[in-house]
C-alpha cells in the first residue's frame, strides 16, 4: 500500500526539482515503462489541492500497474509519472512544461492544478504536439482556443454553480413567488476559473430576471472578504455564491461564522478540498457545494468499482482524508485511467496516434462519463450538487442523482 503523500507533500515538494534534475532524461518510453509528465503546485497557493491531484495520479498508476499494466503491440507496460512542482505559478509551469518535453523526453503530459496554470501550459504542450489530459482547469476558455492536444475529464466551470440558480428558483415557484423577486449576492475572485464560474451564474439568473443586488471581483489570493459580507448583511439576499479556491472557501466559511451571516441559500466553490465542514462545522452547516464527483453517485468500472469503492481505497491509502475524497483527486485519477485506455486502443506510442484515440474516447470510470466533444471538454458527465446537513456532504442536486432532499432555508447555526 502506498504510503501517505498528504503529510508529507511538502518535504517531498522541497527536494523535488533537485532530485529530477539529476535524473538521466527520460524518453516517452523507457523499457517497460510509459512515462508521463505533470508540473503541479506542491507549494504555494494551489499546493492543497495539488497535493490532491498528484494522490489521484498516483493511486491510478499504481492501480493499473498492480492490474497488469497497459497492453500495447503485444507487450504490457507500466505507468510512472515524472513530476515537478510548479510552485502554483503560471510562468514557472510553462517553463517545466518546456523541460519535461525537451528534456526529459515526455511525449504525454497531465495537467496542473487550477484553469490559469493549465491555461499557461496548454500552448506550450500544444506547439510541441503533445498530448495532454487534464483534470483540473476547468475553464470554458480552455475549449475555445481551437487545441487539438488538449483533453479535460471534468466539466467545465460555467457549470459549477448554475444549479443553485435553478434550486432558488423551484424553491420560489414552490412556496408561490416569483424567482425575478431572489436577490443574488455575488462574490468571486479575480481569476480565470472563478470569473467563469460566475457567467454561468450570471447566464443562468438573468434566465428568471432575478436581481443581483452584489457582485463583487475580490483579489486573488483570497483571504478577507469582510467588506463583502459587511453589504451582505445590510442588503439581505436571498442567494450568496462565492467562488475563491480553497483559500476562498475557507475564507467565507471563516468570516460568515464570525459576521452572523444568515443567508437562506450559500453556495461555494471548493468546500471539500479546504476542509470547511473540519475547520467550519458550525458555519459551514447547509452550505451547497459545487462538485464534479461524490462517492454516492452510481458511476463504476472495471479497475476502481464503484465511486464508494475508490474512496474507500483512496481512503485506505492515504492519511488526512477521514472527512471525505474530494473531487480533485478522484478526477485526476479518471485522467490517467483515460490515459491507459487510449494507449491501448491506439497500439502505438505515436504523439499523433494518441491523440487520435484521446479524441475518440468514449468510457465510463467510477467518476462518470468520459466522452470529448472537438473542443476537448468531457460532454458526458454533469456536475453535482452538495449541501452540508448535519457536517456530512449529501448529493442535493441534479434530482436524477440526489440522495437527500434539499433543506431551505439553510438553518444557520
Avoid at 511538502?10 to 527520460?26: C, I
Avoid at 510509459?34 to 492543497?48: F, H, W
Avoid at 443562468?204 to 457582485?215: E, H, L, Q, S, T
Avoid at 497500439?347 to 487520435?356: G, S, T
Wanted: hydrophobic share 40%.
Amino acid at each position: 500500500m502506498l504510503k501517505s503523500l498528504l503529510g508529507a507533500g511538502m518535504a517531498f515538494a522541497v527536494g523535488l526539482s533537485v532530485s529530477l534534475s539529476s535524473e538521466t532524461a527520460m524518453a516517452k518510453v523507457d523499457g517497460d515503462t510509459i512515462v508521463l509528465g505533470a508540473a503541479i503546485s506542491l507549494t504555494g497557493k494551489y499546493s492543497t489541492n495539488g497535493i490532491h491531484t498528484q494522490n489521484g495520479y498516483e493511486l491510478a498508476v499504481k492501480k493499473i500497474n498492480d492490474a497488469g499494466g497497459v497492453s500495447v503491440g503485444g507487450k504490457s507496460y507500466k505507468l510512472s509519472v515524472t513530476y515537478y512542482d510548479d510552485e502554483s505559478t503560471p510562468a514557472r509551469g510553462a517553463q517545466l512544461v518546456e523541460r519535461l518535453i525537451n528534456q526529459d523526453g515526455v511525449d504525454y503530459m497531465l495537467g496542473p492544478y487550477s484553469s490559469g496554470l493549465t491555461k499557461a501550459m496548454a500552448p506550450v504542450s500544444e506547439k510541441y504536439g503533445v498530448p495532454m489530459v487534464e483534470a483540473e482547469g476547468a475553464s470554458r476558455s480552455l475549449f475555445t482556443q481551437g487545441y487539438e492536444y488538449l483533453f479535460a475529464v471534468l466539466s467545465t466551470s460555467e457549470q459549477y454553480l448554475a444549479s443553485a440558480i435553478h434550486l432558488a428558483a423551484d424553491k420560489a415557484k414552490a412556496n408561490g413567488d416569483d424567482p425575478s423577486d431572489i436577490k443574488v449576492a455575488l462574490a468571486f475572485e479575480n481569476d480565470p476559473f472563478s470569473q467563469d464560474v460566475r457567467a454561468g451564474v450570471l447566464e443562468d439568473a438573468g434566465k428568471y430576471d432575478m436581481n443581483i443586488v452584489i457582485d463583487d471581483q475580490l483579489p486573488r489570493d483570497l483571504s478577507d472578504m469582510s467588506a463583502t459580507l459587511t453589504k451582505v448583511k445590510a442588503l439581505r439576499p436571498d442567494v450568496l455564491i462565492v467562488s475563491g479556491h480553497s483559500k476562498g472557501a475557507a475564507t467565507a466559511a471563516r468570516q460568515i461564522g464570525e459576521l452572523g451571516i444568515d443567508v437562506p441559500m450559500i453556495a461555494l466553490t471548493h468546500c471539500d478540498a479546504a476542509k470547511i465542514t473540519e475547520k467550519f462545522p458550525e458555519a459551514s452547516e447547509g452550505f451547497l457545494c459545487a462538485t464534479q464527483w461524490s462517492p454516492t453517485l452510481t458511476y463504476s468500472d472495471g479497475l476502481f468499482g464503484t465511486a464508494a469503492d475508490f474512496e474507500a481505497e483512496f481512503k485506505a491509502t492515504y492519511e488526512g482524508y477521514d472527512a471525505g475524497v474530494p473531487y480533485q483527486a478522484a478526477q485526476a485519477a479518471a485522467a490517467v485511467m483515460v490515459y491507459a485506455d487510449a494507449f491501448e486502443r491506439a497500439n502505438d506510442f505515436d504523439k499523433k496516434a494518441v491523440r487520435d484515440a484521446l479524441a475518440a474516447t468514449d468510457m465510463q470510470t467510477f467518476y462518470g462519463g468520459v466522452k470529448f466533444s472537438p473542443a476537448g471538454n468531457n460532454i458526458a458527465k454533469p456536475m453535482v450538487l452538495w449541501q452540508i446537513q448535519d457536517n456530512q456532504y449529501q448529493v442535493v442536486a441534479p434530482p436524477k442523482w440526489a440522495s437527500h432532499e434539499l433543506v431551505w432555508p439553510r438553518k444557520a447555526n
